[in-house]
Structure formats: structure tokens, C-alpha cells
């Protein structure tokens, strides 16, 4: 093929939609393409070259991709990262962030590539809007899912992801917040506070006036990440809880879902549950319980466990005469995992004994005795050495002499027969 054809097809290939990528693999002109991507003498048939590579790796599927990648597209992408043409380096960091957006594997592929170097060498303020979401995304794309530990590798880019989230520009916003969700999962979560320590704040704002379910959801996520670190890093999110309020509310569910999750990681000690009591959060939870959406459910019931599990009596109290126990024999009643079920064992324990000591027991145990849970309870006894077995066999205790002594259920007379030995093995 000779350059006046190759030239033609450059700018068919990028015009036409969608782009015949098929057809540009079946008659083998890559080579072609990847050749006129160096030709720096002819800037503008070398740009037209990139995009065409650039929009195979972007709509491609992957066996259409890999062909491209046999031909050496990465290493090329690369090195027109050093480029002196600003256009030309956009256009690589695009066509690298689609490659290492396809898979994991061409992830890696463009990672060892040492790709990331090089964008973050060009990744700066200076630049235009353009060329910032290029690399923006590129960067998202790459750190998109690794492992927590190799996150450092993308520290350097973290003061200006975090600076990016005061853009207008809904790209950069969007490529910052990915980048930052991926990053905040592992120790870089220190770095993006240390940074920027209005962040969680920025997050907030982000939520409140964007009209992107998706920009909002990788906004809470970083939040929530933040969240679950340590507790000085948590009250980051506590100070933004006014807002975190609002969201409950929000018509999307996959907002409150996130909101849910957030809280459930701001609720482990009593400082921050009485900030989450005092926020009026609680009687919000109530209101999203009547959703049918079991993951939203869930999430509430985390919050819920937390309280009663690392909260003070008073604090404990308050969750009962919001009437969240049951909901909490609800959910043990439900498809909830085994970790959420051992914590809502712990919580009903605790909630009967805290009741004991205040002088309501009696009722607790009515209302518990409404639903049937001791069978799921009894599980737990099936091995003395797993840390549930004193748990269930506390409540069992609570019940005792009561309707399962006389029970002909058989899984009920095993469990009292647990709880006899129980009691004789502890003297009493």
C-alpha cells in the first residue's frame, strides 16, 4: 500500500461509524499505521495514524485489540509520549488508557511498558484542558483495580488528582474520582488527606450539584474509603455527616447504598456513633428499611450492628427505642452472610443483656420471641470452639425454661441440650 492510499484510509478510518476495524486487521495494513505514527515529519498523517490505533483499542474487542498489540502499539504509545507534539502525547495517553481499560492483563502489559512514568512526568497543571483528560484518563484506567500495595506508584499524581476535583470539567472530575477510588484503597488513603485536607469536603460538593449517578458513586467511594481508615482520618467524614443525611434521601439507589456503606464505616466507636445519633441519622435508616432492596438492607444492618456492638449503653438504648431489633431478627433470618450474622448474634445478645440490666428484659424477649430465630441460633453450637458458641448459647439462656423446654421440635431439644451441658460444665 502506498502512502497516498494509507493517507486516505487514515481519515476514513476515523470518520466512519462505527470504525471498520475488522476490515483494516483483514487486509493487514497495522503495520502501515504503526509506521506513519513515527513519521514526525509529517505531523498531520502521524496524528491521523495514532487515532486510527487509538480507535481500534477503544472499540475493539479484545482479539481485535491483541492484534494491535502484536503489532507494537504499546511500546510505540510510549515513546509518542515524549513527543514534542502536545496533540500527538494526548492522543498516546488516550490510546494507552483504552489498552490498559480492556483487560487486566493489557493493564499490565501497558504497566510494564513503564507507561505510568511517563504520564505522570507530563501530568501537570500547565497543560491544557485537553491534554489533562487524556492523561487524567489514562492514569484512571491504569491504577483501575490494582492491588493496594502497588498504589504508591501513583502517589505523585495525587496532589493534582485532588486539585482536579475543584475543576468545572465534568471528564476531569470524572477521571480524578476514579483514580482517587482506586488509589484511597490502599495506603496512597493517608496521601490523599495529608494533600488535600479539604477533600472530603470537595466529595461532598461533587455529590450534591452533580447530576452523574456515576460521578456521585465514585465520589462516596473514596469517602467511604476514607471512612473505614483510622479513626483521625474518619472525622474527615464525620464533619461532612450534614450532607452524608441528605443523600439517604437521594432517588438513586445505588447512592444510598453507598451512603449506607459509608456510615457502617464511620460507627465504631462511640464518638463517631454519637455524631451519627446526633446527625438524626437513625430515624433516616427506618425510613430506607421499607425498601425491598435486601444490599441496602444489609448495609443498614451493619450501621445498626456497629452501634449496638461499640456503643454505650445509652447509645444502645436508643437503637431499641428506635425499634431496630426486628429488623435485626429480620435480617438473621435472611440470606445475610455468615460475618453480618455472627454480628447480629452479638447484638441481640447484647441487647438482651443491656435490657437485663435496665430493667427490660421481659419485653425484649417478647418482642424477640415474635420471630423465629432460635433454629439459626442453634447453628452455632455445633462446635464448642467457634467464638459464636457462648454467644448463642447467652441468648439461648434468656429463653430457657420458656416454650423450648417443652418443645418437641428435635432442633430445639438439641439446643437445650446444649445449654443444660453448658450449664452444668460452668457449675450452675
Known sequence: MNHRSC???CFFSVDVSPAPIQQIIDIHVIHCFIKFSNLYENSVLQLEAIKVLSTIVKFGTLDQIGAVLEAGIVPLFVLL????NEEVRGEAALGLGHIAGSSEANRDCVLAADALSLLLRNFNEQLPVSSLRSISYAIS???YEILPDATLEFA????????LLSSEDTDLLA????ALGELSKGPCIEVIIQTNMTVVQRLVDIILRSTSTELQTSALK???NIAANQASIAQYVIDALPSLVWLLGHPNQEIRLNVCWTLSNITTTPKQIQAVIDA???PKLSEILKETEFNIRKEVGWVISNIVLFGTVNQVQYTINEGFTPFLCILLQQEAGRGLKKGLIKCLNRILFISERKGKLEGIINLIDNYDIMDIIGKYLSDENDEMYSHALDIIGYFYDRNMIISDDPNKQLIVSHYLRYRISIGK
Open 141 to 143: 484506567r491504569l491504577c
Open 156 to 163: 505523585s499524581a495525587i496532589p493534582l488528582l485532588t486539585r
Open 280 to 282: 438524626a441519622i437513625l
Open 222 to 224: 473514596i469517602i467511604g
Open 7 to 9: 493517507h486516505s484510509l
Open 81 to 84: 509520549l515524549l513527543s514534542s
Open 175 to 178: 477521571h480524578s474520582c476514579m
